[in-house]
């Protein structure tokens, strides 16, 4: 049977001098395959992205999305196959984004993921998108190593881990509400901005002033989770009474001001965690690590507090399958995350 194979060939990969994984990585609106060879070197990643479909929506659209990776998958694929200049009978393991996302997409790379895996006969990983994000930072970084912090900014988590090993964590803060990146693509709705939100919000912040308070204090404070809900709707409210009094809003100060709170909420308690728990290495991972404000800022910060900063190269920000393979690479070193095919996609997985 397939499974019992890809068992005794899973446990031989382990100890295998040179592994080449081809990852899949489908959970929003990004068609992506990649070929890594031992955790920490890009052979090829291939990235389709669907930015200019959903934009005319506002927003990505899920059965809109899962069509386009349909139609997208095999040609990318052989793309990657080609670039990395390798034969189908060279690839050692298949790995897969099978959590958490959009669950008509996330099936998309599942089903092919599973496919494949099992025409190629060899083994199959089923990797959490957020474990990707965090392993980003080992493709741009070959020497990085855990221990160390990690603050996780994406568009569906936002949260401060404690990373011991490359596969064991503690949680110690999250938010309780909305992501920092959900909260930025509501702002940037509510005041006319295109999708995607949160770089349109980066873009008019430069040209804007910090002169808005939207909300007095932290609803947080005193912990380590975060909460982005009032924040939001204070802007939403601010937008609308102004309009209601026929005041002009100036866009640029309104992101200047808002992303300016969130940064120094994220800033303020990431840093905390480093002085509490130790550590001197800071990783940021998701797709909200692309922002100039954050960067500067914690850039700054970590100058001031001998915290040595590590941020992944702007490709590898968003959501990619490289970051899936190198994931997938230190799962199998471990001797975790062996699928069968009886796996399926989750829209929610835990921190």
């Given amino acids: 049977m397939y499974f019992d194979r890809a068992e005794k060939k899973y446990e031989a990969l382990r100890t295998k001098k040179i592994v080449k994984i ?15 060879e031992n955790g920490r070197k890009i052979l090829s990643n291939v ?39 390798i034969k189908e009978n060279e690839i050692d393991a ?20 599973k496919s494949l895996a099992f025409s190629l006969d060899v083994p199959l990983i089923a990797v959490s998108h957020i474990k990707g994000h965090i392993a980003a930072n080992y493709l741009t970084y070959d020497k990085l190593t855990p221990p160390f912090i990690c603050l996780m900014v994406s568009g569906g988590h936002t949260a401060i881990l404690k990373i011991n090993s490359y596969n064991s964590h503690e949680l110690i803060g999250t938010t309780v509400d909305d992501a920092a990146g959900e909260a930025f693509d509501k702002v940037a709705r509510v005041l006319g901005l295109s999708y995607p939100g949160g770089p349109n919000v980066d873009k008019f912040a430069k040209e804007g002033n910090e002169n808005i308070k939207f909300v007095s204090h932290s609803p947080m404070s005193g912990t380590y989770n975060f909460s982005f809900s009032g924040l939001k709707t204070a802007v939403i409210n601010y937008v609308n009474n102004q309009k209601q009094k026929k005041i002009d809003v100036s866009v ?14 994220l800033v303020a308690k990431t840093i905390k965690a480093c002085k509490e728990f130790g550590e001197k290495k800071l990783v940021v991972a998701g797709g909200v690590s692309a922002n100039s404000k954050l960067k500067a800022t914690l850039e700054n910060e970590c100058i001031n507090n001998g915290i040595e900063l590590y941020m992944p190269q702007l490709s590898l920000c968003t959501d ?7 994931a997938a690479y230190y799962m199998l070193k ?18």
Avoid: W
């Fill in 252 to 265: 640029p100060d309104v992101c200047a001001s808002f992303q300016s709170e969130v940064t120094n909420e």
């Fill in 22 to 36: 081809l990852a899949i990585e489908s959970s929003c609106d990004e068609t992506s395959i990649a070929i890594i």
């Fill in 320 to 326: 990619n399958a490289a970051m899936i393979g190198s």
């Fill in 334 to 351: 471990d001797g975790i995350g062996l699928a069968d095919l009886s796996l399926t996609a989750k829209a929610t997985i835990t921190l």
């Fill in 47 to 85: 990235v389709a992205s669907q930015i200019d479909i959903h934009k005319r929506f506002g927003g990505v659209v899920p059965e809109i999305a899962s069509r386009n990776h349909v139609s997208a998958i095999s040609n990318i694929y052989k793309e990657a196959l080609s670039l990395a200049k």
């Fill in 94 to 113: 298949v790995a897969v984004t099978y959590g958490a996302g959009l669950v008509g997409a996330l099936l998309v790379g599942v089903n092919f993921a």
